[in-house]
């Protein structure tokens, strides 16, 4: 789509001035078309769908993930979803881009928020228990509230509060039990590192380039990756590399050779030795699987 956005934001105004809204599920499966809601979207702001009623399904970069009540999916900006619709889901559906919350927290604290939203460090599926859905459901209704009033310079602020505290809930229950990620320099040099990553993949896919890009040592830049994302740096830019790989492939009209190009190999024989060695499939099996 050549306005990705357009799904969410042209559904309501408010959008385009605050960065910031909250939709009940049901009214948008109603008021947005089945066409469109049935194909593969891509936005460029961060959604938060939790369920409160039925079963359904969510489609986001090609993977199905099945919800119920207490599902909360949370999906990052550019990434594809698509919406299954069951006219007895309920829930709500909230979206902002991180300049909303660039306006009251800190560097830091934005960069551990959206840490929630990163498909290459958890899924986007959290199940929330009985407890945690109540406490969930009531701040959200208070956001409900304050965004339907947006009554003075307050409101905006008093959301984004909100949304702060139901990130840090939902992202608590995520790691619970888990030896997560915290708030330390290794989470601010690892996002730093994907920040480069994602601007520079068709130029480099060695880890020196990166380490030396970013100041310090190859050793140093694997430790980091490791410790954030339990995997080598030369791992995690080989899953970079697949994923955007995989989305052209099963989303774009170009060729498997134009592809190879457009990620930065000068020969498309080693995009297909690449692909095959991450993926156990030819870019050409591949497509042919999992395109519809």
Known sequence: MKQPISLFANYSPKFLVSDFNILKVEDFFNDVGKDTLNKNQKVDF????????????HTIDYKDYYYSKGTVLAIRKDQFQRFHINKNVKGYLLFFNEEFLNRFLNDEE?????????????????QLEKKEFEKALKIIKEIEDENSRLSDSYSLKIIRSSLHILITLIHRVKTKGINKVQLTNYLKEFIKFQNLLEKEFNNSKKVNFYSEKLGF?????????????????????????????KKDLLHSSLSVKEIAYKLGFKDPTNFFKYFKKNTSFTPESYKKRYKK
């Open 217 to 245: 040592s190859s050793k140093k830049l694997n430790s980091i990756v490791n410790y954030v994302a339990n995997k080598s740096a030369k791992s995690f830019i080989d899953d970079v590399i697949i994923i955007k790989a």
């Open 110 to 126: 934005v960069s551990s928020t959206l840490q929630m939203f990163n498909e290459l460090l958890a899924s986007p599926k959290t």
């Open 46 to 57: 961060y959604t938060i769908f939790l369920v409160t009623e039925d079963i359904g399904r």
